[in-house]
C-alpha cells in the first residue's frame, strides 16, 4: 500500500542527480536536496495537497536553492586556496542517490559549466540535460523564456568551443598507457601520451600538498608526475577506476587514498588531467 509521502521521496535520486551537476558537489547537492525536502514538510497538509505536481513543485525549489548556493559559492571560492575542481564520483553511491554517469557529469562537462554564471548554468542543465522548457526554467530562475533560451545559447557556445571528446574505449587505452608510463618513471612515453598544451589542474584545497596553478605543456605535466612517483619512495599505487563515468586514476600511497584523477582526451593525447586531492571530496571514495 502507497502513502502520499512515497512519490514525493520517489523524487530524490531525480533532485540529487539535479543539484550535483548544477553544484559539482555530492555533499552540496545532499545538502539542497535535504532543504528541498525540509520546505516541502514544512507546509501544511492543506498546502500539499493543493500542489498539483508535487514532482515539479520540489525540482522547483531545488534549482532555486541550488541558484542561490551558486552565487555564494563564487564569494567562496575567491577565498579557497589553490585551483577548485568538481567533486569527483566513483562508480557506485547509494543506490537511492544513484548519480547517472553520462557526459553531462564528466569532469571536462563539469569543469565546462564552473566557467559559467550561475544563470547559464542551470539554464543549460535543466533545458539541454533534463529537458525542461525555457517556460519552466523562467519559473525556476526569475527570468523570461526568452532570457532563459539566450542564457542556454551563451552557454552552449562554450561547451561547442571545447575540442570533442574521444570515444570512452580510446580514453580507456590512453589512461592505461599512462599509468604504466607513470608507474615505470618513462618520461618520454608520458610526453609522447600527453598533447603539447596540456595542462594539469589539482585541487589540494588547502587541506594537502597541492601544485595551486594549474601545470601547463605536455613535456612540464610529464616530468611534474614522474616527479611525484619519484618522491614517493615506492609507496604509490596506481589503480584504473572509473571517475564520474569515464576511464581515470586512483592513486595511494599505502594504505591512504592520495588522489583520484580524471583525464580529458581528444586527437588521440591527453589534453587534460584534473586531480583531486582534497580530502573533504574524497569521502565518497572511502567505502
Not at 568538481?86 to 557526459?103: M, S, V, W, Y
Not at 612517483?229 to 592520495?258: C, K, Q, Y
Request: glycine content about 8%; overall charge negative; proline content about 6%.
Amino acid at each position: 500500500m502507497t502513502t502520499p509521502s512515497e512519490p514525493v521521496v520517489a523524487e530524490r535520486r531525480h533532485l540529487v542527480n539535479l543539484a550535483y551537476r548544477l553544484l559539482g558537489s555530492l555533499s552540496e547537492a545532499e545538502d539542497a536536496v535535504q532543504e528541498t525536502y525540509a520546505r516541502w514538510y514544512a507546509l501544511t497538509p492543506a498546502q500539499q495537497d493543493a500542489i498539483s505536481s508535487p514532482g515539479a513543485w520540489l525540482t522547483t525549489v531545488a534549482g532555486r536553492i541550488c541558484l542561490d548556493v551558486l552565487g555564494s559559492a563564487r564569494v567562496r571560492r575567491e577565498r579557497y586556496v589553490g585551483e577548485w575542481l568538481p567533486e569527483p564520483l566513483p562508480d557506485q553511491t547509494d543506490p537511492a542517490d544513484r548519480i547517472t554517469l553520462d557526459e553531462s557529469v564528466s569532469m571536462a562537462f563539469l569543469v565546462a559549466l564552473e566557467a559559467m554564471t550561475p544563470a547559464q548554468r542551470v539554464a543549460l542543465v535543466l533545458h539541454d540535460v533534463f529537458g525542461y522548457a525555457f517556460a519552466e526554467v523562467a519559473g525556476i530562475t526569475g527570468r523570461t523564456p526568452a532570457a532563459c533560451r539566450e542564457l542556454a545559447s551563451a552557454a552552449r557556445r562554450r561547451i561547442r568551443a571545447a575540442r570533442p571528446a574521444a570515444p570512452p574505449a580510446r580514453q580507456a587505452a590512453l589512461v592505461r598507457d599512462f599509468k604504466q608510463a607513470w608507474a615505470a618513471g618513462d618520461i618520454d612515453a608520458l610526453i609522447g601520451l600527453l598533447d603539447p598544451g596540456a595542462t594539469l589542474t589539482a585541487d589540494g584545497g588547502g587541506r594537502v600538498r597541492a601544485a595551486l596553478a594549474p601545470i601547463e605543456g605536455g613535456e612540464v605535466v610529464a616530468r611534474y608526475v614522474a616527479d611525484l612517483a619519484g618522491r614517493s619512495h615506492g609507496e604509490l599505487t596506481i589503480e584504473e577506476r572509473a571517475v564520474n563515468g569515464r576511464p581515470g586514476l586512483v592513486l595511494r600511497r599505502g594504505d591512504e587514498l592520495a588522489a583520484v584523477y580524471a583525464f580529458a582526451v581528444a586527437d588521440d593525447r591527453i589534453t587534460h588531467i584534473w586531480a583531486v586531492r582534497n580530502p573533504d571530496k574524497l569521502r565518497p571514495w572511502l567505502g
